[in-house]
């Protein structure tokens, strides 16, 4: 197996030296970057608006590590009066072991769908919801939430950017060494791959096994025209090996 991981760091290079560990050849390639948002400065102020059992979203790992960084600059610490949800497992688990606070997140999976199918978030009149973000993304949570009488604010934590690479060596050094998965693990990740793929190199691409973490992906990816769409339980690198690794994906 080859596999391209196109995540960005450092969980991509963690994937790729966990397949390399098992004897796979992988490949760390990030087509998006990350880095903190300037509304960073604002997350003091915005959590200052909560209320006692007023709700906090973390919606990825990087909301975590860049809310609870800009948290510790300014000596503050989370409060322990606040509900806080994570969108899956991986999320709510690393919030967990930053703060120590209890996190509530879905045991079926990590998508707005899954979290917005927990008991207590049914009827939310007179609360407010503050969501730790990227730059975009979960308009679906927030708008649900807002319609069951929630208050929705948002805090962008961090900002993802695409990362370019010359069209033309893109195809010929993957095609050269005979790429048979890819991980995909967001629409904007999938997005930024597709720009990359020449028109002439679609037909060995769209046969490549494609790797992602939640059915709006895969059916994404196969409306651009991937035939073969695996979907991990969620976009922790351990289900995703899992899923790799796994002789029964369905595809």
């Known amino acids: 197996m080859k596999v391209l991981v196109t995540r960005p760091e450092p969980a991509g290079i ?14 760390a390639l990030p087509l998006i970057s990350i880095e903190p948002s300037a509304e960073l400065t604002l997350l003091s102020s915005k959590l200052n608006q909560l ?41 709510g688990r690393y919030f967990q072991e930053m703060t120590g606070l209890p996190i509530r997140w879905p045991e079926c999976g990590e ?7 927990l008991p207590e978030l049914q009827f939310l009149e007179g609360k407010q919801a503050l969501l730790l973000r990227g730059n975009g993304g979960r308009e679906l949570l927030a708008s649900t939430l807002r319609s069951r009488g929630a208050q929705v604010e948002y805090c962008e934590c961090y900002s993802r950017h695409p990362v370019f690479y010359d069209k033309t060596e893109f195809n010929q ?14 629409g904007q990740i999938l ?9 002439n190199t679609k037909e060995w691409w769209f046969s490549r096994r494609l790797m992602v973490v939640s059915k709006r992906i895969a059916d994404q990816a196969r409306q651009y025209g991937w035939q073969r769409v695996c ?4 976009a922790d690198n351990n289900a995703l090996l899992e899923a790799l690794l796994s002789t029964d994906m369905g595809c």
């Open 191 to 199: 997005t930024q791959l597709n720009s990359l793929i020449a028109e």
């Open 231 to 234: 979907v991990a339980n969620s």
């Open 173 to 186: 050094q993957w095609m050269n060494i005979n790429i048979t998965d890819i991980v995909v693990t967001s």
């Open 111 to 117: 998508t707005s769908e899954a979290l917005l199918s």
């Open 51 to 91: 209320d006692k059992h007023d709700l906090v979203f973390l919606l990825s790992k990087n909301a975590v590590w860049y809310a609870n960084l800009v948290l510790q600059q300014t000596g503050r610490n989370w409060s322990d009066k606040l509900f806080y949800y994570g969108i899956g497992r991986s999320t």
């Open 14 to 27: 963690e994937l790729a030296s966990m397949l390399n560990t098992r004897g796979h050849e992988a490949y």
